[in-house]
Structures are given as structure tokens and as C-alpha cells.
């Protein structure tokens, strides 16, 4: 409850993100391996990013 006003961190903002993506790509992959394999190459350059803020 206390925690219903608080704002989101760029690090949670893209797990969310990051989970969402793979989550669409899982979904695409029986029916269009392409878009799939698009979805797939977006989660994969933002758990670079995720990455790169969990280092620093």
C-alpha cells in the first residue's frame, strides 16, 4: 500500500519491458518465426542495457 505512489526505476522499467517482449516473442514463435525472431533480438538488446545499469 505504501508503495502505490512510487515511481519506477529505469532498471524496473525495463524488466518489465524486458519480460513483456519475451513474453509477445513466446506467443509469435508458432505462428511467425520471423516476428518472433525480431522480438527476440528487442529483448535481447535491452537485457544488454539491463545489464549495463546493474554494473555500474
Not at 13 to 19: F, N, P, V, W
Not at 24 to 44: F, G, H, V, W
Request: glycine residues 2%; aromatic residues 8%; without cysteine.
Amino acid at each position: 500500500m505504501f508503495g502505490l505512489f512510487k515511481k519506477k526505476s529505469e532498471l524496473e522499467k525495463l524488466q518489465d519491458s524486458y519480460k513483456k517482449i519475451m513474453e509477445e516473442a513466446y506467443k509469435l514463435q508458432s505462428i511467425n518465426r520471423t516476428k518472433s525472431d525480431q522480438k527476440y533480438l528487442e529483448a535481447d538488446n535491452i537485457l544488454k542495457k539491463i545489464a549495463s545499469l546493474q554494473s555500474k
